[in-house]
């Protein structure tokens, strides 16, 4: 059974930056297509951003030159860098398939909290 597993939010300023990571327990998860999502307080789930096998990027217009989404094959990990945080980024961030693939059991997440 795939585990995902992300890391790395907490609480920043606006304005501020984190960098979220996920694996995939046991595997290597930069050979998939492969999303971020986040699911803020009353709100469905969305994706923010996707990558494909092939390494195509695309990301979600409120996120659009403020993330980055990045892979290391050697360390068999994905990245979400986020820069100029804004209130509305608040919410609980998951990694999964990207949209078209039979997603996998969701993670625990990482909570981002951008707050003065």
């Known amino acids: 059974q795939k585990l995902l597993v992300e890391s790395g939010g907490g609480l920043v300023q606006p304005g501020g930056s984190l960098t979220l990571s996920c694996v995939l327990s046991?595997?290597?998860?930069?050979?998939?297509?492969m999303a971020w999502y986040r699911q803020a307080p009353g709100k469905r789930r969305e994706a923010v951003a996707s990558?494909?096998?092939?390494?195509?990027?695309t990301y979600t217009n409120s996120v659009k030159g403020r993330f980055t989404f990045s892979r290391d094959n050697d360390k068999k990990m994905i990245y979400l860098q986020m820069k100029n945080l804004k209130p509305e980024d608040t919410a609980v961030y998951y990694c999964?398939?990207?949209?078209?693939?039979?997603?996998?059991?969701w993670g625990q997440g990482t909570q981002v909290t951008v707050s003065s």
């Open positions: 999964n398939r990207a949209a078209g693939w039979n997603l996998w059991p």
């Open positions: 046991g595997s290597d998860i930069t050979i998939y297509s």
């Open positions: 990558i494909t096998d092939g390494g195509i990027i």
